[in-house]
Each structure stands twice: as C-alpha cells, then as structure tokens.
C-alpha cells in the first residue's frame, strides 16, 4: 500500500512548479493525439469491447483531484475550470523507492472532456510508458 502523505506532498512539489518537471509541458489531447493513440472510434461498441482497461486502481478522492495509485503509477485526475470553461489535467507518474516520479501531464477540454475519453487515453499512455521502462531496462542491462 503506498504511504497517501508521500503521495500527496509528490503532488505538491509538482503542482506547484510543473515547468520545472515538465520542460515540455502539459500536453493537450487533440485529434492527432488520438490517431496516434489509435482511438479515433472510442465511441464504437466494438473498440470498446476490444479494448478492455488493464491497469487496476486504487482511488483516493477529494475536493481538488482523483488519485489513482498501483504498484508501478500514480496519477493524478484534477478537474478545473478556467473561464468556466472545463478542463481536466491529469498527470503520470511512474512509483519507484524515491517516490514518485513525473512523466508527463496531458489535459482534455470540450469535446476531449468526457471521463471515458481521459481513462483511454491514461491507458495508452500508461501501456507506452511502460515499453519505453522496459527498452531502458533492456538498454541498461547491456551496458
């Protein structure tokens, strides 16, 4: 079970300075984001059939953000709005003995703002995050 204070002061530290961890910044969820993804058709019945959610949670939630946690993520879903327009960030960070670390951040706004749009999207993103941790391991290994 993760230690939920560690969690949330790794929240803080990058919520409070996210260009610092996040040179590249947060990035938005737009049509080629989703080609890329290969999730143009979300909406079909049988996409959604092919493509079940793998990763399993655990959820803590609050007033500010949804903090979803396993054995190798934690991320972190915050609804805001600006303008009263809404958008949500949500923000991936692989868990390791140090404590979390920031990967990246992507945030949805109108039409890309639906939950079942940015739970497909954390999939894709988490199933990319962990080939690129396994070709570095394979990587380090032989050096």
Same mark, same amino acid.
């Given at each position: 079970?993760?230690?939920? +204070?560690?969690?949330?002061? &790794?929240?803080?530290?990058? *919520?409070?300075? #996210? &260009?610092?961890? #996040?040179?590249?910044?947060?990035? =938005?969820?737009?049509? &080629?984001?989703?080609?890329?993804?290969?999730? *143009?058709?979300?909406?079909?019945?049988?996409?959604?059939?092919?493509?079940? %959610?793998?990763?399993?949670?655990?959820?803590?939630?609050? =007033?500010?953000? %949804?903090?979803?946690?396993?054995?190798?993520?934690?991320?972190? *879903?915050?609804?805001?709005?600006?303008?009263?327009?809404? *958008? =949500?960030? +949500?923000? %991936?960070?692989?868990?390791?003995?140090?404590?979390?670390?920031?990967?990246? /951040?992507?945030?949805?706004?109108?039409?890309?703002? &639906?939950?079942?749009?940015?739970?497909?999207?954390?999939?894709? #993103?988490?199933?990319? %995050?962990?080939? =690129?941790?396994?070709?570095?391991?394979?990587?380090? /290994?032989?050096?």
């Amino acid at each position: 079970m993760a230690n939920l +204070a560690e969690l949330e002061h &790794s929240y803080q530290r990058y *919520i409070r300075d #996210l &260009s610092h961890w #996040l040179p590249d910044g947060v990035t =938005t969820v737009d049509l &080629s984001m989703l080609r890329r993804l290969n999730l *143009i058709d979300f909406d079909d019945p049988e996409f959604n059939r092919r493509e079940p %959610i793998t990763h399993y949670f655990h959820v803590i939630e609050s =007033t500010e953000k %949804i903090t979803l946690f396993n054995d190798r993520f934690v991320v972190w *879903i915050v609804p805001e709005s600006h303008q009263e327009y809404p *958008i =949500t960030y +949500a923000l %991936i960070a692989l868990r390791e003995p140090e404590g979390p670390r920031l990967e990246m /951040a992507y945030s949805t706004s109108g039409v890309y703002n &639906s939950s079942r749009l940015v739970l497909r999207i954390l999939e894709k #993103l988490l199933e990319e %995050i962990q080939e =690129t941790e396994s070709e570095l391991m394979k990587i380090k /290994a032989t050096t």
